[in-house]
């Protein structure tokens, strides 16, 4: 693992085509840092969004999400 | 680094699917089946069963597991889902089988199935996720289904003393002996998702180490059928039905079982099945007997009689003699005293069908079975009659008819139970389809009471003679 990675923040990467728009994710952060898209996507489902910081890495958010693929956790 | 992102026992696109989304599944937003396939999914990874998984899908939303799930799968008929991962798993018992059902599948039409693969302690994972409705079919009331809860068949609500009451499988299965792991468990808030994490992963380690049946039930979400956005689904689960469904471990005595319910299959060998049913413990004739015409027997009479065995005998000196044969009883529920017929087929042509509606054999044994058969016999067809027991006489200008007091024959050879046997002579000397020797030989070889083979051949005998030298 390089430097660089080490000392990386966590992030979520949400796929905003594979969401339903469940709110699940939102309900379980701990820290609030997803949120609900104004705009639909292309299944008509306004998608979750990380807002691009605070996230801890917990992965409680991938384990809320009903969806295989829709969420990403890294925590370097 | 720790990464969570979809397991690879997961299919990487989810090609089986309709439709133009191959990436996500068919489930409406905020369903539970989801996170409990994404566990599974994990569990599988991190255990490195993908390979020797079965997952048996049910009737029901997750009757497409096999959409999803890169292992072996097999969707089965409603309910029964336990009976199939029984068969798969006892033919292949290190293969890991998952019944995967919902409550409809599990706790209705295969509640059966449920207990007594339960009770056998199949060495299997069954995940019962539990939402209390009937989704796929548009939220009708389960057997699971919440006091008070309103689906599409209980508009006004369950009511107990109309309904019934939620049944609480976890309890229910947690009585049974055999049964080595039951939890509950529920998709709610963060920390019961890792509790029913931990649950699934523990009953797929049971079965992996051959710890016997282990049940997890799944207090689940439906928000389309409930009618509710998915957040208060998840209230209302926590909230509503684990008061009705308390979580908890119910029963955990597979900690002390390992390897103590593996079962292993021998390979399959044909010859062992004929030594199992005594078929084939007899050489055949060098040559197939030749017919002048097939064989369509009936025999008839009271339950007791052996009826039943001498349609057997029959068969059994055509296989012997290498002629296609076939068998098939028909009989009352009762061992004795009821009525019973059998109908059997020898022909040197592969035979049809079973079933004999037209005889050119029968063989009545009491006075109802002539009234009820007779007509049926071909024109010029042979009938032998147990003169001694039927009292009317048939039709003898269109049949050839012999009649012969078997009965009375029998109790002279020794016991009235023999009957049959001298029925057996007779029409051996009346078709003259077979050697008295080569039935001779045939019933040496099948009776199964060997004390009594002489006493077999006797009366053998003695309905040949009657027939040939009147008596």
């Not at chain 1, 594979?18 to 820290?31: A, H, Q, S, W």
């Not at chain 2, 497409?64 to 029964?80: E, S």
């Not at chain 2, 693969?117 to 919440?146: H, K, L, S």
């Amino acid at each position: 693992m390089s430097e660089t990675l080490q000392k990386a923040d966590p992030f979520i990467e949400i796929d905003g085509e594979l969401c339903k728009g469940c709110k699940l994710c939102i309900d379980v952060c701990p820290k609030t840092v997803i949120s609900i898209s104004d705009k639909l996507n292309g299944s008509s489902y306004h998608p979750a969004y990380y807002l691009g910081h605070d996230c801890t890495g917990c992965g409680l958010c991938f384990y809320a999400c009903p969806e295989p693929a829709a969420i990403r956790v890294v925590k370097p | 680094m720790k990464v969570f992102e979809k397991p690879t026992s997961f299919y990487p696109r989810f090609e089986r699917k309709g439709g133009p989304h191959k990436e996500t599944t068919h489930y409406c937003p905020g369903c539970g089946h989801g996170n409990v396939h994404k566990m599974i999914a994990e569990a599988m990874d991190d255990l490195g069963i993908r390979e020797r998984t079965v997952f048996v899908s049910p009737v029901g939303c997750s009757v497409f597991g096999y959409y999803y799930f890169d292992c072996g799968n097999i969707q089965a008929a409603h309910g029964r889902a336990p009976a199939v991962a029984t068969g798969i798993k006892r033919a292949n018992p290190d293969s890991i089988v998952i019944s995967y059902q919902g409550d409809g599948d599990l706790a209705a039409i295969g509640t059966a199935e449920t207990l007594h693969a339960a009770n056998r302690g199949e060495n299997i994972t069954v995940f019962f996720v539990n939402n209390a409705i009937y989704g796929m079919t548009g939220g009708q009331m389960a057997p699971t289904t919440m006091i008070g809860q309103k689906t599409a068949t209980t508009p006004r609500g369950r009511i107990e003393t109309e309904h019934g009451n939620p049944i609480r499988m976890a309890e229910i299965i947690s009585t049974l002996p055999a049964a080595g792991y039951v939890e509950r468990v529920a998709i709610g808030t963060s920390k019961h998702i890792m509790k029913a994490r931990k649950a699934i992963r523990k009953a797929l380690t049971n079965q992996v180490e051959n710890r016997g049946y282990s049940f997890v039930e799944i207090l689940s979400v439906c928000p389309t059928g409930w009618k509710m956005d998915s957040p208060d689904a998840r209230d209302w689960l926590l909230n509503e039905m684990t008061q009705v469904f308390p979580l908890g471990v119910y029963k955990d005595d597979a900690g002390e079982r390992e390897n103590e319910w593996y079962r292993p299959v021998e390979p399959f060998v044909p010859e062992k099945v004929d030594a199992y049913f005594s078929a084939g413990n007899f050489e055949e004739a060098d040559e197939p007997i030749k017919l002048d015409k097939s064989l369509q027997c009936k025999f008839a009479g009271f339950g007791g009689q052996g009826i039943l065995t001498l349609g057997l005998f029959m068969a059994q000196v055509g296989m012997r003699g290498k002629l296609h044969a076939s068998w098939i009883p028909s009989y009352g529920p009762e061992m004795r005293g009821g009525t019973a017929n059998c109908s059997v087929n020898l022909s040197e042509a592969r035979i049809g069908t079973p079933l004999v509606d037209r005889p050119n054999v029968l063989v009545v044994m009491n006075q109802p079975s002539l009234e009820a058969f007779e007509k049926d016999v071909v024109d010029g067809g042979t009938i032998l009659i147990d003169s001694g027991i039927v009292e009317s006489k048939p039709d003898g200008d269109r049949l050839n008819c012999i009649l012969i007091p078997a009965t009375k024959i029998a109790d002279e050879v020794g016991t009235p139970k023999v009957a049959n046997v001298v029925m057996l002579g007779a029409l051996c000397a009346a078709t003259g389809a077979f050697e008295l020797d080569f039935v001779e030989e045939t019933l040496r070889a099948v009776v199964k009471k060997r004390n009594l083979v002489d006493m077999n051949i006797t009366a053998l005998k003695r309905g040949y003679d009657f027939v040939r030298n009147g008596g």
